[in-house]
Every structure is written in C-alpha cells, then in structure tokens.
C-alpha cells in the first residue's frame, strides 16, 4: 500500500524539481482548506464576491480575453502510433510532445505555489469509478475541481488501496496563446496542460480525463466513456426509466437534464430526475444491460441560454455556492446574461457596459456548482452500480432534413445513427460558430483515439446475452420557411421522451421509414401544446430525395478513416442507401411523368 503512495509522492517530487514552486500544497478538500483558497484568491482578485443577500457565497471569476473556450486545434493525443490517433484527433509523437511542453513547464510555478488535487470521478465506492490526480498552479482549478469532483482525503484512500490514477499536470503558465498545449498520453494515462486556465484545457478531470483518457481506457476495458446526459423519467405509476443522450456543447444537454414537464404532465404525476448533465460512463452489468454513472459530482454549464422560461431548475440550482465565469454584473453585484432581468453595469471583462462592445457576458460564460443543490438531482446519482440505461438519444442542431425523432432500427443502425451526427458549431469552442460538421456520438473534440475504432468499439457491445438500449436521434431545432423554430422545445421535449420510452416497452405506435421508426402525429402525446398540422407535418416529414444525398455523404465520411471503419457499418450505410433508392423510385417516376 505504501509503495503506491510513494510512486504518487515520486511523481510529485518530479513534477516540484521541473517547475520549481515556492511551496506545495496536498488538497484536502475540506471546507476550511476552501475558504482559505477564497479569501486567498479575494485578496489578490482571482475572485470577485457578488452580491451576499442575492447570490450568497458566490463568486465572479474574469478569464484572459484569450483564455475563454477550448482550443481544439492546440489538444493533442499523444500516442505512439499516429494512425491510433486517428485523422479525428491533433497528433504529436510522445517523446517530441513530453519535450515540448516539459520545456514550458521548466521553471513556470516560480513565486507560486504547486497544489496536488487528488480526485475520484464517479461515486467513491463505485467499481465503475476511477480516480486520477492533477497537478496544478491555480487555486481557481483548485476550487473548480472541488465542486465537479469528489476531491481530497477519500479520493486519496482510493488511489492508495487501488495504486492506480490518471496524472494530470497543468500550468496557468504565461496564459499566452503561442505558447499553450492540452496534450494526452493515452498510453501513459497521463495529460499535461499548459498556457491556459479556462474550464475544458484546465479543469483535468472534466473532458482531458472523463472523456479523452477514459475513452481509451474504456476501449481495453469494454465500457463507454461518453458526452451524455443522464435523466431519469419517473411516469404516473412512480416507474424511473432511463436514457442517456448525446448532445454537442450548447446545444441543449443541460436543459434537457433538468427539463420541467408541461402542467398537464405533473398534474398527472410524472417526474424528470436528474443524474447527469454533461459525462456518463456505461458499462455492461451481469444482467446484459448498460449501467451507467456521472463521473462528475457538479455542473459546468454554460449560463447564456439560462433562465426562468429555458431551464428554471438550473437557474434555482445556481442561487448560492457558485462559480461563474465571465459573465456580467448589475449596478448591485448579481451575475447577469442575455435572458435575465435587470440591466447589466459592466461586462465580463469587468468594462462599463457598451452595447458597442459586443456580448455583454461572454457566449460561453460558465457557472461551475455542486449537482446536490439542483431542485431535480437524484440520490441515484450517488449509486454504486449506477443506473440502468433504456435509451440511448443522439441529437444536434440541424435548421432541416432530419425529423423531429426516429428510432434505428438495431444497435448497428443505431450505432450508424450517432456516427453521422450533425451539428451546427458553437461558443463552447474557438472558431467560427454556425458551421454544419459531423460530430460523430458529440465526441469529436473528446473521443481519445482513432474515430474507426470507435465505432468499432461500439458494435462490439452487440453480443450474445447482451440487452442493449434503444437508440435514438431527435432534433428540436428543424426550422419553418419563416426562419423560426418549428417545435417549442425545453419542458415539451418530454412529449418525446414519452414516445421514446414507449417504443422502449414496446408500447407505442411508430410508422417504418428507411432511416428508421418515426411518429405519426397521433403517436406524440400533443394535448395543451400550440402547434399547427403543417408544422408537425414538417417536423416528422422523411425526405427521401435529401435523405439519398445525405447517407452517401455518410459513406464519404465513413471512408475517411481508411481501413478503421468497420466493414458492418459501411455495410449499414449500404442498406440504408439502398432502401431509400427504392423508396425514391415510385416519387421519381411520378416526376418523371
């Protein structure tokens, strides 16, 4: 047991004589170490208290204007052999990576001091958890970590009688954009990132070990590491089913975690429960089913988007004992966005409030709190085993084409579903925001290996005595010839879920399609909802001229990782092609006449 512990202070010590700290500080997690890190991080400005009466023990944090998103085109994954890496991923050979970013740490903790973050993702005695440790000079990560992650003396009991954890070093650095890396060693289990303090480069345990490092440990040890939700739907009969849902940054993952179901609904007794908001890890239990557990133990959402009408839950959860980052404040010290009452009186970079100026607070402004003051947060989420999964639900932004929901057909159909996901770009990322892209499972920033693989990773999970969850694809942002939303969206989604979880106990009616099972208009439990016969009508249209061009699209795609993609995929998509051909020919004829 000791010798683990001593290859974690080894580590430490390597780490102090690269970086060369004036002191060294072993996180505990507990509440005085907290509010010391507060009034430490008060007193030179890292932080700004906001308003006690209001918003009590909450606190402003203001990035780097340069420091505000991930930078996708700076991540790397480091393994040995480029093509393990995938075209979907940055890559560098491990040696030149580890020199690289070893040359910027030489020396860049000088004046400060190192704090070694031991923490668990997931519950603390759950077999499907595992544990990492991150190295950082930034008491700001510090208290970000400690509210996503169960963080300090357990975490460490842990790493001690298991005598494993993914290392994880991060530098603030210079916070200058030429001089910034977020590398991955999937090989070594380790990350190494410098030159940036914002949430997804520095926060490890979030995307660096959640998903990018725990992707490929899941890959050797036959689980999911995922970008998913997890919500728990309780109907009128006090029955909980599960689904997990893969969405990409900002595009609704955190609303629908916390959805609020119509009136009609809760008058008649259903519930939504929340487990997880952002990272599901699935592993299959000895009855054949996924279970899965949130590996992070708070949110960090992102606060634009957020308010009474979108996602009331969410605004309540973060009332008191919050993070927020780069977003305005009032004349009276309140956080304020876009969607909220009151009048901001300076920006997120703390400017007098100019319209001229451009986003009052920042588009990808955060607010990191602990998941238990959520209104909607189920105790199942601190469940050992985990939850037992009935859905799996892939969904982007696409303004048309793609129906409201369908159904695959089978798991490979299904796992062809989530591969071709689209969607529109966001702030969540540097770039330009609006841009059409195959993000395939929402993982391409966070899959740490080869996309092929992957795939192919996925389809193994289809085996005998397996029970697998249906699979889904919704899209709540089809839009009319007006420009505007077609369906209205946040607490209405239940309406879908609701179908979803039908076909899921076989109960509810869907008509076949080539791309899949779809509602009728009948099938979708629409009572009190304001929507006319055309736009539904829109909404669950299958077009089969535009579906042609988009799955051989899907081929092209499929075809970019050479020899990685899965032959019963492309063999999927060939099925798929080919059903809508014949689907098409009795339309082309008529045109033809």
């Known amino acids: 047991m000791a010798s683990q512990l001593d290859a974690l202070n080894r580590w430490v010590d390597e780490v102090a004589r690269l970086t060369q700290p004036d002191a060294i500080h072993w996180c505990d997690g507990s509440d005085e170490e907290s509010r010391a890190l507060t009034a430490q991080m008060l007193g030179d400005g890292t932080l700004v208290a906001l308003n006690p009466q209001t918003h009590p023990n909450c606190y402003l944090h203001r990035s780097n204007p340069s420091d505000v998103a991930r930078v996708e085109q700076l991540t790397l994954v480091c393994t040995r052999n480029k093509d393990d890496a995938g075209p979907n991923n940055h890559w560098m ?24 973050i031991p923490y668990c993702m997931g519950p603390i005695d759950s077999p499907i958890s595992r544990c990492g440790v991150e190295i950082t000079d930034s008491p700001y990560v510090v208290a970000n970590m400690r509210l996503l992650t169960r963080m300090g003396a357990p975490a460490l009991a842990r790493i001690e009688r298991e005598g494993k954890f993914v290392k994880g070093l991060h530098s603030v650095g210079e916070l200058d954009p030429e001089r910034r890396f977020i590398m991955h060693f999937p090989e070594e289990l380790s990350i190494k990132s410098y030159g940036s303090d914002y949430g997804g480069n520095a926060l490890l345990g979030k995307k660096c070990h959640a998903l990018r490092i725990a992707s490929w440990q899941a890959k050797s040890e036959g689980w999911l590491a995922e970008h998913m939700l997890i919500v728990g739907i309780e109907n009128p009969a006090g029955e909980t089913t599960y689904v997990a849902a893969a969405f990409p940054s900002a595009c609704g993952k955190t609303n629908l975690s916390m959805l609020i179901p119509p009136e009609g609904y809760r008058k008649a007794g259903w519930k939504v429960w929340t487990v997880g908001d952002d990272i599901c890890w699935m592993t299959p239990g000895a009855d054949g089913r996924l279970w899965a557990i949130n590996p992070e133990a708070g949110y960090f959402g992102v606060a634009p988007g957020t308010s009474k009408t979108t996602n009331p839950n969410a605004l309540a959860t973060i009332q008191h004992d919050t993070i927020f980052t780069n977003v305005a404040v009032t004349a009276d010290n309140q956080p304020w966005w876009e969607g909220l009452p009151g009048t901001p009186a300076t920006d997120w970079q ?16 955060r607010f990191t709190v602990s998941a238990k003051q959520c209104p ?124 979803i979880i039908g076909r899921c106990e076989g109960t509810a009616h869907a008509e076949e399609t080539p791309i899949g099972f779809v509602p009728g208009k009948r099938d979708l439990h629409l009572e009190g909802l304001d929507i006319d016969d055309h736009s539904l009508d829109t909404l669950l249209d299958v077009d089969t001229e535009g579906w042609i061009d988009e799955v051989a699209d899907i081929g092209r795609y499929l075809d970019s990782f050479g020899n990685h993609t899965p032959a019963a995929l492309k063999a999927e998509q060939q099925r798929v092609a080919e059903a809508l051909e014949r689907d098409d020919k009795p339309a082309r004829k008529a045109a033809a006449g």
């Open 350 to 365: 703390g400017r007098p409030y100019d319209r001229a100026n451009g986003p009052v607070a920042h588009p990808n402004s």
């Open 376 to 499: 909607s947060w189920s105790p199942q989420a601190e469940d050992a085993q985990g939850v037992p999964i009935s859905a799996i639900v892939f969904g982007g932004r696409r303004p048309s084409l793609v129906p409201l929901v369908f159904q695959a057909r089978d798991w490979t159909h299904g796992v062809l579903v989530g591969t071709a996901m689209v969607s529109e770009t966001t702030a969540a990322a540097t770039g330009a925001v609006g841009v059409l892209r195959r993000d395939s499972m929402a993982m391409k920033p966070f899959c740490g290996y080869n996309y092929g693989d992957y795939f192919a990773h996925w389809l193994s999970l289809d085996k005998p005595g397996a029970t697998l969850p249906k699979i889904f694809h919704v899209n709540w942002f089809r839009k009319g010839a007006d420009g505007k939303f077609l369906w209205p969206g946040f607490g209405d989604n239940l309406r879908v879920l609701e179908w």
């Open 93 to 116: 050979e491990p040696a030149e990576a580890h020199k690289k970013i070893d040359a910027l740490f030489a020396g860049c903790m000088k004046g400060r001091t190192l704090y070694v």
